[in-house]
């Protein structure tokens, strides 16, 4: 179900899930293929999708349905504003 949500996504949002996955919204200079993507199933699906910039990891709970899928991921990709240390 992930990748049927991600490729709804408009440009905007897989910008911002770029963002949220690795930390940077730009395409690396070799491309896409060069960015591994790792996806670890969690079992409570009350909590959003976490991810481990560092590793390219997504912690991504088993939703039930399509729907919260898509409208757990997209409040993780809007909140990632930081640390707000300022």
Request: hydrophobic share 40%; proline share 5%; aromatic share 14%.
């Amino acid at each position: 179900m992930f990748w049927e949500v991600f490729h709804e996504f408009n440009i905007d949002d897989k910008k911002k899930f770029l963002l949220f996955l690795t930390g940077s919204d730009r395409v690396p200079i070799m491309g896409m293929k060069a960015i591994k993507i790792y996806i670890q199933p969690t079992l409570d699906d009350n909590f959003l999708p976490v991810a481990h910039t560092c590793f390219n990891l997504l912690d991504l709970p088993k939703y039930k349905s399509k729907g919260k899928l898509k409208y757990k991921l997209t409040q993780a990709i809007h909140q990632t504003q930081g640390f707000s240390l300022v």
